[in-house]
């Protein structure tokens, strides 16, 4: 408010115009003839008493000389030109004053709170893990919080008599006045008050204006508000060097202490700084110039005015001279944040999500708008770290000593220099492990590097390294999917080299985790031996790539990162950060429902107001169907217990992962989870064409690493199943198929040494109902490998089953040479069963000079077929002999189906006498005459 437009109010700036003008006005009056002369005329003037009307100087009775006279004179015009000049000075610098206090900004005491304040960050439990700041520190406190001596300590050296003026000590001021006349500084005159207006209203220029528009404002301020709020808002601004304002943040930075917790000593020390913050600085003078001398003189000298003052006690004082005073002597302002991975993580998360609420585009500027926002707003950040599992994690990568070596081991140790001249060394091959609660989709650990790091804001590989997964990708860009669709881990592909339709490299098809002795396998067998070929099958011609590709985006995975072609999708060339993968992982541990990974709980104003709740901003989405999601905890089960993933195992509680190596063994990668969380793990060279030594693998190096922190973690911890459910609630039913075809198991399947049949779960509606028809059981003869009769000895006998492989299966496109590589009873034919095992060799080395049985069986047809025809040409046949021919006809037809010579022959032979004994009746019958 402009006091000089508003008369009803006294203001300091009327208050010294009208007070000079009136001084001027009576002393030019009573020494100049001219202005008595227009007194003595003016109406108004005689109206005044006598005494006032007589003139200051009476005539003289005696003449004087005329030397004297012209003396006198002389210096009477040269006072009165001084009063003239000095009255037409003193007219413009009054207006100079008018006009600056008319152009005083206006006061909003709201402006004293407003400022730059320090942000801090809570853990899951929280407690404090660090403040974050810009380049000022800053910690709001009342003043009913702020020791009583600390308020002395400051009153005594900036204003000690703050509690009697208005706002301006003018006693100050003239002595400030005399210091600008005498061109020293024009800063010595202020008050608490009016340096409160400069630092929050005018800003630090030094000049004539300053000092009166400051105290013009100071005054005005004063009849608003109180004298503890003005002081309380100057402790909390006050500069006390380092990037500290406000005695919290000092009291903090230097000593390391409450403000509860001060001494006198300690008091009077920060209330010394304000003279010169950097002069003072006492952890300066102490660490680094070697001139603690110089603050503890400064502090001498407030403990000095504290006394005088009667703020303190002689005691006291004298105390406060000998006391000892600890300095912290690193700032923790130049520290790194305690756990820094995960508090830059969870700062940009906080940043990422107030965006999106706000309806602001991820822009650099608009980032760096919002964290300089969070920085300096006073805002409580509550994250979802924890303490003991992120120190676990981050100790255990630091302190391990297995890691892979390099192929080059000269790309060991990266050098890196700065423009400032900053060495950074960064040891090769690197490390980043996240740690999810999949329950809750609250990540826990974020290690971006084998080390702490040593600076702000550099790299962290968790979040933005977007790495190659290698085959941890499988269960979710392939099985995944493949389930979801229909199929079963007791579905059937191919581990066999050669083309897949779509597969985009020169082969045809991919090159590793190829085991040709495998054959036709399951999908839950091709998971848990991370076989590449069966994968690409599964992708290609059950799935397809674009399918797979919805899923990783809908599992978190970045669009523009991701490679739809069979090698992104099916090997894990394309690249996903740590927290990625963990959030996917989670996905399949939560029953297949997505949720958003989250660092944070909530973020709360300075006021304490919520601006942020995960709860409300978190995305969330299902995935995988719950049956689909429990059958990869199952498969990726096997996995650790028997696959590659065996060195994961932690004992007594249940785990399940994928391992992932990536193409020429650029890195490897293990993604886990237990019944309590999921967590991912990379290792490699920051370069990628810096590649592991050859034969590294995910189960080698990076499972045994998991396992160590993972197992630290579950110290204590009970064991649980990872999703609590009955399968059979999810729709899935057990069925013993066999390996090859996928059907149900026959005997036949049973006896089939290398492809035993399996047990699996499918969907009940998807179940097979039909019987396997590739497998078929005989009773060979090694002697001969040929189908043995009755007539071979036990010892030359063997059950073999034979494997039929068929046009319209995929096998059947392999030579015999390849085929039986896989299956060594394999036979590529276009017979039925039955004609298969028609056109078998029967064992002729230890006949006995019988028939073969597949003489013996030919013979039977051809017998059949030749009564047949009789009786349906006969006449006259009777009736029982007729019947009793059928009857032997069906007889042998039933044995025929078998391989059972022993069966065959005895009824052969029935029906060839009981036909040969119609044919002599009929004979004979004709004979007599009877015959037609």
Partial sequence: MNFLRHSCKPAWGYAIIATTSCKVKELMTKSNPFFRLEQENDPEHSKHNHEENQPLFTERKKPHSLLLGVVFTSLKMTVLAFIVVGFIGMGLVLGVVKAYVETTPSLDTAQLTISDYTSYLYDKNGNLISSIADVEYRDWVDIENI????????????????????????????????????????????????????????????????????????????????????????????????????????????????????????????????????????????????????????????????????????????????????????????????????????????????????????????????????????????????????????????????????????????????????????????????????????????????????????????????????????????????????????????????????????????????????????????????????????????????????YLYALGATENKINVDGAGLALGTSGLTPIQMAAAYSTIANDGVYLEPLSFTKVLDAQGNVILDADEVRDTRRVFQPSTAWLLVDMMTDAVKTGTGTKAKINDITVAGKTGTNSDYASVYFAGMTPYYVSTLWVGHDYPANKLKKGSSGGNEAAPLWQAYMSRIHEGLTDQPIIDADPTSLGLVKRTVCPISGLLATDACKNDQEHKPVTEWFLAEKAPTEYCDMHVTLSICTAENAIATEFCPAESVQEVSYVLVRPDNPLYQFDDEYLLQALPTAVRTELTTDMFVDSMKTCTVHADGSLSIFALKTQSQDLIQQVTDYLNNASNVPAEMSDALKDDISNLQVALSGYQYSEIEPLYQKLNTDFLALQSYMAQQTQNGNGG
């Avoid at 991820?362 to 599992?389: F, K, M, W």
């Avoid at 881990?489 to 490299?505: A, E, F, K, Q, V």
């Avoid at 020169?506 to 396998?521: F, I, M």
């Avoid at 091709?526 to 399918?547: C, E, K, Q, R, Y």
């Fill in 147 to 550: 020791p009583d001596m600390l308020k002395n300590a400051f009153i005594s050296v900036e204003d000690v008599r703050f509690y009697k003026h208005s706002g301006v000590d003018f006693k100050r001021l003239f002595s400030a006045a005399l210091e600008i006349l005498g061109n020293s500084n024009s800063s010595g005159g202020s008050t608490i008050t009016q340096q409160l207006i400069k630092n929050k209203v005018l800003g630090a220029q030094r000049n004539y204006k300053r000092k009166i528009q400051e105290a013009y404002l100071a005054l005005e301020l004063e009849t608003q508000i109180d004298k503890d709020t003005i002081l309380e808002a100057y402790l909390n601004d006050v500069d006390l060097g380092e990037s500290n304002y406000g005695v919290k943040s000092g009291a903090k930075d230097y000593f390391g202490k409450e403000l509860s917790e001060l001494t006198v000593r300690e008091c009077a020390m920060l209330a010394g700084l304000t003279q010169a913050p950097y002069r003072y600085d006492p952890r300066r003078n102490m660490y680094q110039r070697n001139k603690m001398e110089v603050t503890d003189e400064r502090t001498n000298q407030v403990l000095s005015r504290m006394y005088q003052a009667g703020f303190i006690t002689k005691e006291q004082y004298n105390s406060a001279m000998t006391e000892q005073v600890h300095i912290v002597e690193v700032s923790a302002q130049k520290q790194m944040y305690d756990m820094a991975y995960f508090v830059e993580y969870a700062i940009s998360d906080v940043v990422t999500h107030l965006l999106e609420k706000r309806g602001l585009s991820n822009t650099s500027a608009n980032r760096n708008a919002v964290e300089n926002e969070l920085r300096t707003s006073g805002y409580q950040i509550y994250t979802t770290v924890d303490p003991e599992i992120q120190k676990t994690v981050q100790n255990t990568i630091s302190s391990w000593d297995s890691y892979p070596s390099l192929a080059d081991t000269s790309k060991s140790l990266l050098v890196e220099t700065k423009e400032d001249g900053t060495v950074i060394e960064t040891v090769e091959p690197q490390a980043a492990a996240v740690v999810m609660d999949f329950r809750t989709g609250e990540l826990r650990a974020i290690i971006g590097g084998r080390n702490e790091p040593t600076v702000r804001k550099g790299i962290n590989r968790a979040s933005q390294s977007y790495t190659e997964v290698g085959s941890s990708i499988k269960p979710l860009a392939v099985y995944g999917p493949a389930l979801d669709l229909g199929y079963s881990p007791g579905s059937i592909t191919y581990n066999m080299d050669g083309p897949i339709t779509g597969w985009s490299t020169e082969k045809g098809y991919p090159s590793g985790g190829l085991d040709s002795r495998y054959g036709p396998v399951t999908f839950r067998r091709a998971l848990v031996s991370s076989l590449n070929v069966p994968a690409a099958h599964v992708l290609m011609d059950d799935v397809t790539p674009a399918i797979s590709a919805q």
